[in-house]
């Protein structure tokens, strides 16, 4: 590689080609698992504290083929969407009012920053007291952890939108509604799927939170049993495969912003 195309690689917000992206992602992939695998099988560390790559990809294969592993990564994800989905659908909208009207983020201001920074964790009891421990009690924790910042992230959303566009639309005669209608949203939307891949993310440590504290299957709940029996393979599983839920989802986040909002800039 040429000097001058060293540096170009290195300059401040300078575009490289996709292929080059997705191409250094897996090899920075691949050499972490290599990592894993010198590091665990010349490294003399017991197997109890760092399990070998295959050991846990050979549990990984067995509880694919037997189909356990499918049940708790079914189940995982019908908990995460259906906390994320009532997250969005509570807090998109109140963060839009509270963004857009002083008055209403004057009454949600101290409501939002004092449940924010609760610890779910410190919640759950509560929660389980409520609610008790079936699906109910889980999805709540997801939507309890994520519902709050979503909606103070959508409102300096909004607050972020140029007051100008605004005020030209005002004097080209829209009303209030044509104003949120066709300039809020628009504006907010590509900034509103990064929040949203982020809440996604929150999300998912939420309910792997859950699935310890008061479940009977999931992704959690293996890891909470493999970890009594100090069977590390089996934890090293688990969040190996949360780690690439994790990453499917966030790319189907980026794929649908970048369909749906070509013209913003690129993520």
């Known amino acids: 590689m040429k000097p001058r195309t060293r540096r170009s690689l290195f300059r401040i917000r300078r575009d490289i080609h996709p292929r080059l992206f997705n191409t250094i992602m897996i090899v920075t992939f691949m050499l972490l698992i290599a990592f894993w695998y010198v590091g665990s099988n010349f490294s003399g560390i017991n197997p109890i504290f760092l399990p070998t790559p295959q050991a846990t990809f050979s549990y990984l294969g067995q509880a694919l083929s037997n189909g356990s592993l499918w049940e708790d990564i079914a189940i995982s994800c019908y908990r995460v969407l259906m906390g994320f989905l009532i997250a969005v659908v509570i807090g998109v909208p109140l963060g839009l009012l509270s963004g857009a009207y002083k008055i209403i983020g004057a009454i949600m201001k101290p409501l939002i920053e004092f449940f924010r920074y609760l610890p779910v964790s410190a919640l759950i009891p509560l929660i389980m007291v409520w609610t008790g421990v079936g699906e109910t009690a889980k999805i ?9 910042s979503m909606t103070a992230m959508i409102a300096d959303i909004v607050k972020g939108i140029q007051i100008d566009l ?8 829209a009303s209030q509604g ?10 907010m939307m590509p900034s509103v799927m990064d929040t949203m891949r982020m809440v996604m993310g929150w999300a998912w440590t939420y309910l792997i939170m859950a699935e310890m504290l008061a ?10 049993i493999a970890e009594r029996f100090m069977k590390t393979y089996i934890i090293f599983g688990g969040i190996f495969v949360i780690g690439l839920l994790g990453l499917l989802f966030d790319r ?4 649908i912003n970048k369909r749906l909002f070509h013209w913003a800039e690129d993520i």
């Open 215 to 224: 479940s009977s299957s999931g992704l959690g709940y293996s890891i909470m």
């Open 178 to 187: 044509q104003v949120i209608k066709n300039v809020i949203i628009p504006a």
């Open 166 to 173: 605004i005020n030209t639309a005002y004097t080209l005669g």
């Open 140 to 148: 709540t924790i997801i939507v309890v952890g994520a519902v709050f």
């Open 252 to 255: 189907i986040f980026a794929i």
